[in-house]
């Protein structure tokens, strides 16, 4: 099987004061295992596919990815990726501000962190359904959107530094229709250590 499922950084109830110990476990085990075994399914019969990064397939998605299987590599092949980041950018006692040339392009792109901020929650709010809110690099530049389902930036060639998962699979148990306080809270749990070395890996390209 080319593809595992990543363990978490970190025990299931670290993050319990935002998200708790179930939400992750049936996250982490359930989605995000799902995802792995059935991208794994859909290239069982792709060996050169299957050879490729996980980037690679992405980035491929519509030109080495053959019609029959294509649907299945976006949804399992982007769930994948989306989360496999999504565990490495949070961390038990975590949040505050970014820090160095993360914290620079910010301020020149948003105008400071808060506008920053404001502008990533009303991103993640209008996404109707489910989905993911991004902060991508894009030419070089910072720029904020959000993907349905389980798509990545990475199909469309850009770099996801950071996403939030707005599917209610992340928040219904303990916020139920409230995603607002989901997208509120979550800062507090965030590894800028983490963003800021994924933004400069970003620029290095
Ligand atoms: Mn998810």
Same mark, same amino acid.
């Given at each position: 099987?080319?593809f595992t499922?990543?363990?978490l950084p970190? $025990?299931?109830?670290a993050?319990?004061?935002?998200?708790?110990e179930?939400?992750?476990?049936?996250?982490?085990?359930? %989605?995000?295992?799902?995802?792995?075994?059935?991208? #794994? /399914? $859909?290239?069982?019969?792709? /060996?050169d596919?299957?050879?490729?990064?996980?980037?690679?397939?992405?980035?491929?998605? #519509?030109s080495?990815?053959?019609?029959?299987? *294509?649907?299945?590599?976006r949804n +399992?092949?982007?769930?994948?990726? +989306? %989360?496999?980041?999504?565990?490495?950018?949070?961390?038990? =006692?975590?949040?505050?501000?970014?820090?160095?040339?993360?914290?620079?392009?910010?301020?020149?792109?948003?105008?400071?962190?808060?506008?920053?901020?404001?502008?990533?929650?009303? /991103?993640?709010?209008?996404?109707?359904?489910? =989905?993911?809110?991004?902060?991508v690099?894009? +030419?070089?530049?910072?720029?904020?959107?959000?993907?349905? +389902?389980?798509?990545?930036?990475?199909?469309d060639?850009?770099?996801p530094?950071?996403?939030?998962?707005?599917?209610? %699979?992340?928040?219904?148990?303990?916020?139920?229709? *409230?995603?607002?306080?989901y997208?509120?809270?979550?800062?507090?749990?965030?590894?800028?250590?983490?963003?800021? *070395? *994924?933004?400069? $890996?970003?620029?290095?390209?």
């Amino acid at each position: 099987m080319p593809f595992t499922l990543p363990p978490l950084p970190y $025990a299931y109830n670290a993050l319990e004061a935002v998200i708790d110990e179930t939400t992750m476990h049936l996250h982490h085990e359930k %989605h995000h295992g799902g995802y792995v075994n059935n991208l #794994n /399914a $859909a290239l069982k019969d792709h /060996a050169d596919l299957a050879a490729l990064s996980l980037e690679d397939l992405l980035r491929g998605i #519509n030109s080495k990815v053959p019609e029959a299987i *294509r649907t299945a590599v976006r949804n +399992n092949g982007g769930g994948h990726s +989306n %989360h496999s980041m999504f565990w490495t950018i949070m961390q038990p =006692g975590g949040g505050g501000e970014p820090t160095g040339a993360l914290a620079q392009a910010i301020q020149k792109q948003f105008g400071g962190f808060e506008p920053f901020q404001q502008r990533f929650q009303e /991103a993640g709010m209008k996404r109707f359904g489910s =989905g993911w809110v991004w902060l991508v690099l894009k +030419n070089g530049q910072l720029d904020i959107l959000s993907t349905a +389902n389980q798509d990545s930036p990475i199909m469309d060639g850009l770099y996801p530094v950071m996403g939030n998962d707005v599917w209610e %699979h992340a928040y219904y148990l303990k916020y139920q229709n *409230r995603r607002a306080y989901y997208l509120i809270a979550w800062w507090k749990i965030l590894n800028w250590g983490e963003i800021g *070395r *994924r933004y400069e $890996a970003g620029i290095k390209g």
